[in-house]
């Protein structure tokens, strides 16, 4: 199993602002993921964190809004851009391991004003 | 990826057997049925896997149809504390380390 523990656990901003949200894992893991997930919906992908190299950016996410870092295989950053109060979600990291279990953090819920 | 299809939301009564149902009657034959549920205020979490057969965990039962197109999720004796969304997800063989995509889940209320 993995551990993971997310900072902030919540926030509140002001528009036109970033937030960092940090990802920490209790080991080694391959893979890390960020989700949004919207109030009342479900998880959405942002991307893939890649270790030693850029992020993988689904449809619709942009680097320049969510710039992602990922310099070791325990540790990941989401930064949200030049915020608005439609940023306002859940963000959540993920991690997978070499079997069939992903393991998510506990979220950071934010809100902009 | 294959998609699924599950009630937006089903209640049941505490130390009852909840049976949740999903449908995914394009699931190919390397497709795995992943469940995961969402408490409240929590990230996801890991519930049971199967593939064809049968599975049975400390947490539920995965009972999935012979023709593979759909499955159903068994809490055996549902406490307050199931209470969250349950999603059924596909995924490919060997992609534990792979994305996950969710569907919209099925809300789960139980009552006391």
């Known amino acids: 199993s993995a551990v993971i523990s997310q900072k902030p656990s919540r926030d509140i901003c002001q528009r036109g602002t970033s937030l960092t949200i940090q990802c920490q894992v209790d080991s080694q893991v391959t893979m890390m993921f960020w989700y949004r997930q919207q109030p009342g919906q479900s998880l959405t992908l942002i991307a893939t964190?890649?270790?030693?190299?850029?992020?993988?950016?689904e449809s619709g996410f942009v680097i320049d809004k969510f710039p992602i870092s990922r310099p070791n295989l325990t540790f990941s950053t989401l930064t949200v851009s030049n915020m608005s109060p439609e940023d306002s979600s859940i963000y959540l990291c993920?991690?997978?391991?070499?079997?069939?279990?992903?393991?998510f953090g506990p979220g950071t819920r934010l809100t902009v004003l | 990826d294959a998609k699924t299809t599950q009630p937006n939301s089903m209640e049941s009564n505490e130390e009852e057997p909840v049976h949740l149902p999903c449908n995914h009657s394009?699931?190919?034959?390397?497709?795995?049925i992943h469940w995961y549920r969402q408490l409240p205020s929590q990230g996801p979490e890991y519930v049971i896997h199967g593939l064809t057969s049968n599975v049975n965990n400390r947490m539920a039962s995965l009972a999935i149809a012979e023709d593979r197109k759909s499955s159903t999720l068994i809490l055996h004796r549902a406490t307050l504390r199931d209470a969250a969304v349950y999603y059924c997800i596909l995924r490919l063989r060997g992609q534990g380390a792979q994305k996950l995509v969710f569907g919209q889940g099925t809300r789960l209320t139980i009552n006391p």
């Open positions: 394009t699931i190919s034959g390397t497709d795995y």
């Open positions: 964190a890649n270790q030693g190299s850029e992020a993988t950016y």
């Open positions: 993920s991690v997978g391991t070499g079997v069939d279990t992903q393991y």
